[in-house]
């Protein structure tokens, strides 16, 4: 069989699944959840071997020492994953929600029931437990799933595909809710991409070129992530006392996640008395700075920074500083080079904060609090498939609603229209 | 200036109004519409005169009648579209409406702000009133809009695009904000579709064929209409006084329309009471019916239905009939042959109708209504950009709510994550 079909066949079965799942009740799903923790929990050793041989085979072909870490099951890892799905039980169903009913004039009732999607695509790297926490996000949501990881993690994916497809059969719902591909060609992704017959939604969860590529090739709507280059404004009226914990936070509590702060801007009235101290700061967990003309007539001993620079996710401690002259123009730097991911802005101004929420186009807009609670769980969403840059359908981060939609219900009694 | 240059100006201009439209003010916005309206009254005779060019040069070349109807412009369309003007004012502003504020466990504020999508690129057929339609309803959504029309009406469009920018002037704003394409070069559609820099979201009205192929090439996301192939089904618990109306409403109240029944599903335990009332309606309206093969046993003078007929959209007075053993083959009937448009059950039973409105999967679904209910206006949005067939950002009628999308907004006090 061809790649080709080969991709079909799994588009069909996932599209029959879906109809399965679509209607399935919130205990069975559950059910299937906790099964699945189960069957993880029998076959870890069997998973064990499956991830040290792919770990094995990475690390004699060479792979990037960091994507071998990431690659690599520990005991805790799958201990995690277990939880993870205990966690999803937890959460509520977003699926047959009915909000808004109301009476029309012509006396019918119209509201919006919340539906699955159908079948959602996922294209991730070579991390096994995005295999589990996706499926467990799109099994709840009353989605069929398609996931195509990372080639380098294929016998494990494969082990827990096993675990995935007795969970789900054990609590009476189709094995094929979630398929695993089982093939490492490459031409599998290009397929999975175009079968708007078969396939609703593509989530991509990886770096920027391979998302890059898959929203200009995709035929299917794609949730996507792209960079997050995130901004904090500290402003002349800013509190000085929460200024410093925040750009402090935004910047080194993680450097490697989206939402971590790659730019800080200074009102230049107060850029004698911030930045000093924010050099200290930084300084003593050496975060490289980076500086305008401006910021470099006050940290003289910085570098300078480029016109790429405003443009560039470091995914490092680097962080480049730029001196402004007010909201006016912190606004129109975020606006021109952030990545409409995430944005704060300090200050106690009222009118200041306000215009700043509704003119700054990013995903998550913030007063006085770090980039960093730009998340999920922070906000609520009890987990997350993903954070989106986009502005159809899903912004900011992913939550089950994000693999829902919503369809009208419309009750009579006989009314026809007039 | 080639087609391409040229399309790249309209863009950039659009990106720039967008920004300016975002933070528009309610008030601002309404007296852009009013003006609007005061200008066209001001161009009518203008107005008139160039559509009568336009009607005259497509007569000229043969266009279909049908199509040449849709072209004119009547003393009676332009008062619909002055009217339509002001009503669209007395919608609310869904833009800047923040909901589901609440405090989290780390002490921040999490909540959702609805903002614009950007620029919206509307494709259209040679209908004028659509321009007018399309920019009012994105000029109060806070968004800028490129449009772009069938070339037949391309004279009026730019009498209506020299209205709107002279009312978007007048009340301040940005007369970029609503751009007419003001060439016939076929080749703008096509950048118009692939400039994901400038264009955030296309929505293509028009023919099926028209927006498959935009679909097919778009590199920006579509918010579609395919087309509508909806039903009824008729229950064997259904109360047949309801039943023969809404029958007769879904089929007959008007045949051009995507919401219109074009197959009727009917039990076949009441299939000998209902048929023969239904047929002596139809046939009073010369609605051409075509049946299954337990239908012909009933309606033994009918034409037989073909597979092909349970697929068609007949926008006619054709409709197909099939007689089925329950509540489960017309739900599969449905699902597999419809379009996900609107479907309707006339039942008296609870369950029937629960496991209707959950297992059906369209954009409507009804109980004991005519399928002509699926209308941005019965439903109660106020206006409407279109139908959507999709899943994605928008599924049914879609209104300013549409054309918009939701970022988070987070207040802390100086919060920063642990």
Redesign the interface.
Known sequence: MDVQQYMQQLGQAARNAS?VM??AETMQKNRALIAVAKEIELAKPELIAANQADVDAARANGLDPAMVDRLILSEKAIATMIEGLHQIVTLADPI?EITDM?Y?P?G?Q?GK?R?P??VIGIIYEARPNVTIDAAALCLKSGNATILRGGSEAIRANQVLANCIRKGLEAAGLPGDAVQVVETTDRAAVGMLITMPEYV??IVPRGGKGLIERIS?EA?V?VIKHLDGICHVYIDDEA?I??AL??A???KT?RYGTCNTMETLLVHRSVADQVLPKLAELYNSKSVELRGCELTLSVLTTIKAATEEDWGTEYLAPILSVKVVSGLDEAIDHI?QYGSHHTD?IVTENYTKARRF???V??????????T???DGF???LGAEIGIST????A???VGLDGLT?????????????Q
């Not at 939609?405 to 229209?417: F, N």
């Open positions: 109809r679509a209607r047959g109301s029309r012509s019918i119209v029931m539906v999607l159908g609703d939604v200009r035929r709507p509190d006392a929460k914990p925040i402090d936070n935004a509590h606006n704060s929420l509704r003119e186009d990013s995903a998550s807009v913030m007063v006085n609090a770090s960093r609670f730009a922070e906000y609520g986009d502005k159809i359908h912004r900011g981060p939609s919503q369809k009208y219900v419309v009750l009579g009694d006989g009314h026809i229209r």
